[in-house]
């Protein structure tokens, strides 16, 4: 069946499953099919970044479909010379097509990144929570231990080290807001909504001084490593409705 699933077959379930044209995003997302290829798709690579590495080894690894959660239009809008030039051939003269899909993906409540940070956490009784632009894109629950094992977990299920602001390791977590990438700033809002623990991806000085200030909890487990979750989610729905082969191309920023 690999060999027979076209393109448009692949866009349409994402398109639909996502909700891509119900969702407003920044306009550098450009959420759907980016590049078209000559419309059969027979293997899907997964990234988080529309990079050049990421393209490259997505080629390499056989791929004619390449999902990202930072498509390869997030540096906005520019003329297509140089690098960017490059970026753009590489995919048309090896037929990979390419598919965006940012807050879509952030907010899906199965398939999302903070959905499945939230499911991975063990977190109970979960809530669309984290206001983006008057969309709910984060999630909350109850963590049932300490904010010294939340911590652990986290670090865990992200695998990479977490840093920032606890008050008290000892006592219990409670109920927790996550969301994903480079939302640091949110912790305002947290704070103004009661909560105690809130936890994140892009490490933030400011941010984590008002933790501090507010006597709150922030944890950060990096931007990229935070929103690895959604993209691998979306690879395992194509391989249950397609039965297609995916790899996951890991590529980590550090940050």
């Known amino acids: 069946m690999t060999d027979m699933t076209t393109l448009t077959s692949i866009t349409e379930l994402l398109d639909s499953t996502l909700r891509v044209a119900d969702i407003k995003d920044a306009p550098m997302a450009l959420n759907g099919l980016q590049v078209e290829n000559n419309g059969t798709v027979t293997k899907v690579a997964l990234a988080v970044d529309g990079s050049q590495k990421n393209i490259d080894d997505a080629i390499a690894a056989g791929a004619d479909l390449l999902i990202l959660h930072h498509g390869i239009y997030w540096c906005g809008l520019r003329p297509m010379t140089g690098w960017f030039r490059k970026k753009i051939l590489t995919c048309l003269e090896h037929n990979l097509a390419v598919y965006g899909a940012h807050l879509p993906l952030d907010m899906h409540p199965e398939l999302g990144n903070n959905a499945e940070i939230a499911r991975a956490l063990g977190l109970q009784d979960c809530r669309p929570e984290v206001d983006y632009h008057g969309t709910l894109i984060g999630q909350s629950g109850e963590f049932p231990g300490t904010v ?53 991806g892009e490490e933030n000085h400011w941010v984590t001084n008002a933790a501090a200030d507010m006597n709150m909890n922030i944890l950060f487990a990096g931007h990229y490593a935070t929103e690895t979750f959604g993209v691998k989610a979306l690879g395992r729905l194509l391989d249950e409705r397609f039965n297609l082969p995916t790899v996951f191309i890991d590529n980590p920023t550090g940050m």
């Not at 911590?151 to 000892?170: F, L, M, Q, R, S």
């Open 148 to 200: 010294r094992e939340l911590k652990e977990k986290y670090a865990d299920i992200c695998g990479c080290p977490v840093t920032g602001h606890i008050c008290n390791e000892e006592e219990p977590a409670g109920r927790v807001a996550v969301c994903s990438g480079g939302a640091g700033d949110v912790i305002y809002q947290m704070h103004e909504k009661g909560y105690r623990t809130y936890l994140t």
